[in-house]
């Protein structure tokens, strides 16, 4: 396990190059972080990243939220040492932290999940490898080493494609399955609805797919269907064409003459989502695999209980980052009630809305074993690249260091609900 550099250390390292009037390249702001990644990418990408559902108000909240608590620090303890090493789900870890599986990575940065995934390793970070991925999660578990890291399955139609999942992710070393469960059909994305734009269409995001044996056995047995809609044929559509032929394993020549290209998005499409996923979906799964499985999306408190009961070994409280339910509860709201209902059997994690070290204990005071943060790891990815997601991670822990050890704590374990006053 990694140990990470002394906050204070990191800190000055930073004023110290200031002298010679050199500034970090990834802004610590989170303001400053997203308005400078919102310069580099295209518009489509930046509405697919940051935006959410319908109006923003889920977005909004989970940010908004984390202002009714205020931290309440003790001043006349000894800081002198501190220790951010916390133990999940079978991990030991350098610090309570996660990076939570983003998809279609390559809007940000060429390198993608590649970038991403040697970042997380650097620090010792846990990646959630996302079933959305935009290179096959056995090439990022090699660019990964012997690093941690989970993999995110979203529940397929097609069940020996699922199964074809689990066993992958089993076979590149991924220790956990972390099984998004509000995703059953996308949101109503304003933002993307308003450029309509969709990656997906343009062979984008589907790697883990083009990648899977079974996936591509269903592309063999497809059947050609001659009343399906074609788009007007223009520059626009192909330019299309011409992304979603690069986007496909082997030659856009080769993709062009066999169709296959198309045919993946098409079945993609038509398969990727399941609707009918509910608990006895979860049940099988224990068939499939003997790793620890994780549900990511659970936001009331009696599914969280059942899934205690279900032995489901991890929860993460999440509501996808705002892009599903508009409107929807906050997750640093979610949290109290579910973890009174869990009572501390299973490990949470809370993930949407953790922008900085502040957010992270105020997660952790209220039940939280560790949090995940998405949104600023693509910023930093579409500054920098494999830099800018590391600097990303470095100042969130440096944050979370300082703030530890000025509230008066020394380790994560010592943060408690006594940390803690609600906002007037």
């Not at 992304?243 to 998005?265: C, F, T």
């Not at 659970?298 to 705002?322: F, K, M, W, Y």
Request: charged share 20%; net charge neutral; proline share 7%.
């Amino acid at each position: 396990m990694s140990v990470p550099p002394s906050a204070l250390t990191h800190q000055r390292s930073i004023y110290l190059a200031g002298v010679s009037g050199e500034r970090p390249r990834v802004p610590f702001h989170i303001t400053s972080l997203e308005q400078e990644a919102e310069k580099r990418l295209s518009a489509q990408a930046y509405a697919y990243i940051a935006g959410g559902a319908g109006a923003g108000q889920t977005v909004a909240a989970n940010r908004a939220d984390f202002n009714r608590w205020r931290i309440l620090p003790r001043m006349l303890n000894d800081v002198s040492e501190v220790d951010l090493s916390t133990r999940l789900i079978g991990l030991d870890l350098p610090a309570p932290l996660l990076l939570a599986p983003l998809g279609v990575m390559e809007l940000a940065h060429p390198q993608s999940d590649l970038a991403i995934g040697r970042a997380a390793a650097k620090h010792g970070v846990p990646l959630i490898i996302s079933n959305q991925a935009s290179r096959p999660m056995e090439e990022v578990a090699k660019a990964m080493g012997d690093a941690p890291r989970w993999f995110q399955l979203y529940w397929s139609r097609e069940e020996e494609l699922v199964k074809s999942f689990v066993s992958r992710a089993e076979n590149c070393g991924c220790s956990a399955i972390v099984v998004t469960l509000d995703t059953k059909m996308l949101g109503w994305r304003v933002n993307d609805l308003d450029l309509a734009y969709l990656p997906f269409l343009r062979g984008k995001g589907i790697a883990q797919y083009t990648s899977d044996p079974v996936f591509q056995r269903l592309v063999d047995e497809m059947p050609e269907d001659p009343q399906a809609p074609k788009p007007r044929i223009n520059l626009k559509s192909l330019a299309t064409l011409w992304q979603m032929l690069n986007a496909h394993p082997g030659s856009p020549l080769d993709n062009l003459r066999s169709g296959r290209a198309q045919k993946a998005v098409k079945l993609f499409t038509g398969i990727y989502t399941n609707p009918t996923l509910n608990w006895e979906h979860i049940a099988r799964l224990r068939s499939y695999t003997r790793l620890p499985i994780i549900l990511k999306g659970i936001l009331h408190p009696e599914e969280a209980v059942r899934a205690v009961d279900e032995g489901v070994d991890g929860l993460i409280v999440s509501n996808h980052g705002g892009r599903q339910v508009d409107g929807a509860v906050s997750t640093i709201s979610a949290l109290p009630a579910i973890s009174s209902a869990v009572k501390g059997r299973i490990p949470l994690i809370l993930d949407s809305g953790v922008r900085s070290g502040a957010d992270m204990i105020k997660a952790m005071a209220l039940g939280a074993s560790a949090v995940a943060i998405g949104r600023p790891y693509a910023y930093g990815l579409a500054l920098a690249g494999e830099d800018g997601v590391s600097e990303v991670i470095r100042g969130l822990l440096s944050d979370f260091e300082l703030n530890l050890r000025l509230a008066g704590g020394t380790r994560p374990s010592d943060i408690d609900a006594s940390w803690l006053v609600r906002a007037p």
